[in-house]
């Protein structure tokens, strides 16, 4: 006897998931924040060097691995685009997660950097001007609000856009602490304020990079999608007529935002011999799709003796 199964890969819609119209809106936004970015960062540096302000430079530092990020960015949504062909059967999606881990480690390592120079300070503070420390930093509050709405306009459920996000928002908590460190230097002289506000601006930065790192690693596991719990997925299928146990449930992420799920469904014999194996399938990607927005989505359906045939059998 023939093995009794049936295996479906549910068609990736054309109507549910294509990006093209959001890729391109977001390359749009994007190359704006790189212009915006770039030309306020040079005239940061310039004055982090003449004013001596260890919390400006730090800032310029962060700026500079935004640009980068939004860079990286860019050249991930071109990367991620690309048709499936050949041995990609996923095309690049998962260049996306690759994109979010290098901004998350970029993000470790300046922080750092900047720890390493703010320790320093703490032991020999410099001199600090803090009336152009100030204006540069207002200015700069101006410059990341704009281009943080600006990226929060682009399709944020990507861990690349999220990984440019993360960097262009810490940056402006950077510049509010900036703000708040040149006012009391030009009150009460105190320059460590910099020195501090330094450090603080390196704690939200290793707070970004954590939370970034920790969802690129679930996807990098392959560990379940946050909101999709196994069990529950499991007493859907067996709330559905002729199935009565279901094992090797796997589901896991290709990418950010394209869930993907595989699972044995034991059903009774008569359901090989009334044609009722269509209609099941059916019920089961409605099931999926409608419960846990999984669009992708394979499925193995086997009569009850068939488990001492199988190869290797999971829960």
């Given at each position: 006897?023939?093995?009794?199964?049936?295996?479906?890969?549910?068609?990736?819609?054309?109507?549910?998931?294509?990006?093209?119209?959001?890729?391109?809106?977001?390359?749009?936004?994007l190359?704006?924040?790189?212009?915006?970015?770039?030309?306020?960062?040079?005239?940061?540096?310039?004055?982090?060097?003449?004013?001596?302000?260890?919390?400006?430079?730090?800032?310029?530092?962060?700026?500079?691995?935004?640009?980068?990020?939004?860079?990286?960015?860019?050249?991930?949504?071109?990367?991620a685009?690309?048709?499936a062909?050949?041995?990609?059967?996923?095309?690049?999606?998962?260049?996306?997660?690759?994109?979010?881990?290098?901004?998350?480690?970029?993000?470790?390592?300046?922080?750092?950097?900047?720890?390493v120079?703010?320790?320093?300070?703490?032991?020999?503070p410099?001199?600090?001007?803090?009336?152009?420390?100030?204006?540069?930093?207002?200015?700069?509050?101006v410059?990341?609000?704009?281009?943080?709405?600006?990226?929060?306009?682009?399709?944020r459920?990507?861990?690349?856009?999220?990984?440019?996000?993360?960097h262009?928002?810490?940056?402006?908590?950077?510049f509010?602490?900036?703000?708040?460190?040149?006012?009391?230097?030009m009150?009460?002289?105190?320059?460590?304020?910099?020195?501090?506000?330094?450090?603080?601006?390196?704690?939200?930065?290793?707070?970004?990079?954590?939370?970034?790192?920790?969802a690129?690693g679930?996807?990098?596991?392959?560990?379940?999608?946050?909101?999709?719990?196994?069990?529950?997925v499991?007493?859907?299928?067996l709330?559905?007529?002729?199935?009565?146990?279901?094992?090797?449930?796997?589901?896991?992420?290709?990418?950010?935002?394209?869930p993907?799920?595989?699972?044995?469904?034991?059903?009774?014999?008569?359901?090989?011999?009334?044609?009722?194996?269509?209609?099941?399938?059916?019920?089961?990607?409605?099931c999926?799709?409608?419960?846990?927005?999984?669009?992708?989505?394979?499925?193995q359906?086997?009569?009850?003796?068939?488990?001492?045939?199988?190869?290797?059998?999971?829960?």
């Open positions: 006897m023939t093995k009794p199964s049936v295996s479906h890969r549910r068609k990736h819609s054309h109507e549910a998931h294509d990006h093209s119209i959001s890729a391109d809106a977001d390359r749009t936004t190359w704006v924040a790189l212009i915006v970015l770039s030309v306020f960062m040079v005239a940061e540096v310039i004055v982090s060097l003449l004013t001596g302000s260890l919390a400006l430079l730090s800032d310029a530092g962060h700026m500079l691995s935004d640009v980068g990020a939004i860079g990286l960015a860019l050249w991930t949504i071109r990367l685009a690309r048709p062909q050949g041995a990609w059967t996923w095309g690049l999606k998962r260049v996306e997660t690759i994109s979010a881990a290098v901004n998350g480690i970029t993000l470790l390592i300046v922080a750092g950097v900047i720890a120079e703010a320790v320093r300070r703490l032991f020999e410099p001199e600090v001007d803090g009336g152009p420390v100030l204006i540069v930093a207002l200015v700069g509050v410059v990341n609000i704009v281009v943080a709405w600006l990226v929060a306009r682009a399709n459920s990507s861990l690349n856009i999220e990984g440019a996000y993360q262009i928002l810490t940056d402006l908590y950077g509010l602490g900036t703000i708040v460190a040149a006012l009391i230097i009150v009460t002289g105190w320059t460590l304020a910099d020195v501090i506000a330094s450090l603080l601006v390196c704690a939200l930065m290793v707070h970004a990079a954590w939370n970034l790192l920790r690129v679930r996807i990098l596991l392959e560990a379940a999608p946050e909101g999709i719990d196994l069990e529950e499991t007493t859907h299928f709330e559905l007529p002729h199935v009565q146990r279901v094992h090797d449930l796997h589901v896991w992420s290709v990418a950010s935002d394209l993907a799920l595989s699972a044995h469904i034991v059903v009774d014999d008569e359901c090989f011999t009334d044609g009722h194996i269509p209609e099941l399938l059916g019920q089961v990607q409605h999926v799709a409608g419960h846990f927005d999984v669009e992708h989505s394979t499925f359906f086997e009569p009850p003796h068939h488990g001492s045939k199988e190869l290797s059998v999971h829960p």
